[in-house]
């Protein structure tokens, strides 16, 4: 809604900043952001340059799984300022600015806003963010009388972070198409030229100031956000003065606007903006674009990648490649650091190396690109695509060590319920019985494997493969009973198995261990038939308490975690249940229908 060229017949939300655009002072697009889209984890995204992570759970979603540096450089933009001044939410500047010496924080605790009833203040939600635009006239006019303050305003490396809370209470509260909230819009505008003209005012126009205006979040039509729909995804990016591009007007629609990430053509409502270049991002790549603005380390935990279209250097200044090349070898370190503390928790002889890092292929591209910067090669180009290259490779890696233990933790899962079963079975086993279920559980694990080796139709239909299934499971199931001649003890109530248990005669006891000990490889066939008709997108019961860890993923929104939690809490506790649903289906698997059933 901000890039709208009229939002209602006052004309645009952004009057300032779209004519500062549209006369090519400033570059602009949109950052996408990841779920979940909430404050916390996108302005980690904004600030350090990295994702949520799920261990946030273990936090209560209210603190930073992953804790920031606060001694030296390094964390966040924050950490590698020389100093940084943060005016805003009681709720986000904390999060950030606790903890780091040089920051000095300016927090909202109800001075804002003033109202006698509910109606009042959803009305005045909008001084919010003029308190911010106030406390920073009003530390900027302090600097004058107080030296200590003014020196530390007027040294390089210096940010001022200003967190607007208004616009989000107000689309909470009134929704992002109301009235009020486009009034907030108009006022945050006139908020960011009245910041420009202070602090140009202030530091005489020295043209050593870039200017960032973005957003942590979208927000949907309902007035929420937190999900991965676009609303909430895409958020506006306006950037200008020292050491930014610019971009100019055409006469045609300009490069950009086809977006490759969510949104493939720009909005109508846009107007005249796509005839300006559109620079879409990342929301995790600014970090370390205002890091290089700055003239700062980079965050040493970023897997953001430097936005080169926002810097104004040609294409043939070798300082590009430089910089892309100190953005690749933050994430080097990283991924030498994830394989070391992988390598330290894992088997030695185990232990699978990243392969660009075993062949050297990566330490050997970045070392070239290095000596083509040093002797100012005319190939900079071809190298900086290089040096694109391996950063690719660095973030495939970084993700191959996060999730270098799935695969081992859903076998070790799976097999524990294999194991869980096999040691009840085993401890009321006669002599040879055990054998059998070692058996058994080889025998499962192949058929689980030629199942999914086989392609499938997309389409849910009947296939002649479904038959050999169905024939395999009517197999498995009549082994599973007759296998050791279980049925034979309990019709002639064979008490060896029973007696290493129980030394006093209890005929339902014990007649009920001997049902138990012959539900059990039962239980595992229809177990495995249940995760074969799971990976075939069929509906079926099964083992729902694996779900969670089969379908496991490294990013979602609170709510998506939350689900999938409860999800493993609920099927642990009905598990039993499911298991015996499949036992009642048995008959009709024995009369042929047992593809049916399970389609």
């Known amino acids: 809604m901000l890039f709208d060229e009229k939002i209602d017949a006052d004309g645009p939300a952004a009057p300032w900043m779209q004519k500062k655009i549209l006369a090519g002072g400033a570059s602009w697009g949109v950052s996408h952001t990841r779920v979940p889209t909430e404050s916390r984890p996108c302005h980690a995204s904004l600030l350090g340059g990295i994702y949520e992570d799920p261990s946030a759970v273990t936090k209560g979603w209210q603190q930073n799984p992953v804790e920031f540096d606060t001694v030296g450089q390094g964390g966040t933009v924050l950490n590698a300022s020389s100093a940084s001044f943060a005016i805003g939410s009681p709720d986000v500047i904390p999060l950030f600015a606790k903890g780091i010496p040089h920051v000095t924080s300016l927090r909202l605790k109800g001075a804002g806003v003033q109202a006698s009833s509910r109606d009042e203040v959803l009305n005045t939600l909008t001084r919010l963010d003029d308190w911010v635009f106030a406390k920073l006239e009003e530390l900027l006019k302090n600097a004058t009388s107080d030296k200590g303050l003014n020196h530390r305003l007027r040294q390089d490396k210096m940010i001022i972070f200003l967190h607007l809370l208004g616009l989000d209470m107000n689309g909470h509260a009134h929704r992002p198409a109301s009235q009020q909230y486009k009034d907030n819009l108009r006022s945050v505008d006139e908020g960011v030229k009245k910041v420009e003209q202070l602090l140009d005012n202030f530091f005489h126009r020295d043209g050593k100031t870039a200017y960032l205006f973005t957003s942590d979040h979208g927000m949907s039509n309902k007035g929420s956000h937190g999900d991965g729909e676009a609303e909430c995804t895409q958020t506006p990016l306006v950037m200008w003065g020292a050491g930014v591009s610019r971009t100019s007007a055409r006469k045609s629609v300009a490069p950009g606007h086809e977006d490759k990430h969510a949104n493939p053509k720009t909005p109508e409502a846009w107007g005249k903006l796509k005839y300006v270049e559109r620079k879409d991002l990342q929301q995790a790549q600014i970090a370390p674009l205002i890091s290089v603005l700055i003239g700062a380390q980079l965050p040493r935990n970023s897997i953001g990648i430097l936005p080169l279209q926002y810097l ?49 292929s990566i330490q050997r591209a970045i070392e070239e690109c290095e000596e083509g910067a040093r002797e100012r090669r005319a190939d900079l180009p071809q190298l900086e695509a290089e040096v694109h290259r391996v950063i690719q490779l660095l973030l495939q890696g970084l993700l191959y060590y996060d999730t270098y233990d799935r695969h081992f933790l859903q076998l070790f899962l799976s097999s524990s319920i294999l194991l869980g079963w096999g040691t009840a079975y085993v401890l009321l086993s ?134 999938s939690i409860s999800h493993f809490g609920i099927t642990n506790f009905v598990i039993v249940m499911i298991q015996a649903n499949f036992i009642h289906c048995n008959p009709l698997l024995v009369l042929g229908d047992s593809h049916v059933a399970c389609r």
């Not at 953005?327 to 928790?345: I, T």
């Not at 169905?470 to 001649?485: E, R, V």
């Open 312 to 360: 104004d250097l040609s294409p043939q200044d070798p300082r590009r490649l430089l910089l892309l090349l100190a953005n690749a070898k933050v994430m080097h370190a990283q991924l030498k650091r994830k394989e070391e503390e992988k390598r330290q928790s894992s088997f030695s002889l185990l232990f699978k190396q990243y392969r660009p890092i075993r062949d050297g």
């Open 430 to 563: 006669i002599n040879y019985e055990s054998c059998f279920y070692v058996a058994l559980c080889w025998q499962l694990q192949l058929w689980l494997e030629i199942e999914s080796s086989v392609p499938r139709s997309k389409e849910k239909r009947l296939e002649h493969r479904d038959l050999a299934t169905a024939i395999m499971l009517l197999f498995l199931t009549i082994a599973s009973f007759f296998g050791t001649g279980n049925i034979a003890s309990v019709s002639s109530f064979e008490l060896k198995s029973v007696y290493r248990f129980l030394t006093v005669f209890d005929p339902f006891l014990m007649g009920g261990m001997l049902l138990f000990k012959i539900v059990l490889p039962f239980v595992l066939v229809t177990a495995t038939f249940s995760l074969i008709c799971s990976r075939q997108g069929v509906s079926t019961a099964g083992v729902l308490c694996l779900v969670l860890v089969l379908a496991v993923r490294t990013e979602g929104s609170w709510k998506e975690i939350g689900n």
